[in-house]
């Protein structure tokens, strides 16, 4: 199984930048998409973002493409999304997932199997 670790959350101005990171750890070897959600209290989760591990297309959601990179480094076991020109819209509670796949890479948040606790980003005007 995979364990996923979330950091790099915390506060910026509208207009910042922040980068998020995912620790993995466990048996990494195989195929899986990776993603990134966020969520606000009462509202539905969203995906943001997400890659193979196998090295290929990335995607974005509307609302971040952009704005947001999303990009993996292998020797790590480490997933990363860049956050620039952030807005208030982009206070959330930021997650990374995970799901072991061959072939499907995609933004139904209940398929992914592994997540991390969460690390939160609040933007201020």
């Known amino acids: 199984q995979v364990q996923l670790v979330e950091s790099g959350g915390g506060s910026v101005q509208a207009g910042g930048s922040l980068r998020l990171s995912c620790a993995a750890s466990?048996?990494?070897?195989?195929?899986?998409?990776m993603a990134w959600f966020r969520q606000t209290p009462g509202k539905e989760r969203e995906w943001v973002a997400g890659?193979?591990?196998?090295?290929?297309?990335?995607n974005y959601a509307d609302s971040v493409k952009g704005r947001f990179t999303i990009s993996q480094d292998n020797a790590k076991n480490t997933l990363y999304l860049q956050m620039n020109t952030l807005k208030p819209e982009d206070t959330a509670m930021y997650y990374c997932?995970?799901?072991?796949?061959?072939?499907?890479?995609?933004?139904?948040?209940?398929?992914?199997?592994?997540w991390g606790q969460g690390t939160q980003v609040t933007v201020s005007s």
């Open positions: 466990g048996t990494t070897s195989s195929r899986h998409c």
């Open positions: 997932a995970a799901v072991r796949s061959s072939w499907w890479c995609g933004r139904q948040w209940s398929l992914f199997t592994y």
């Open positions: 890659m193979s591990t196998s090295g290929g297309n990335t």
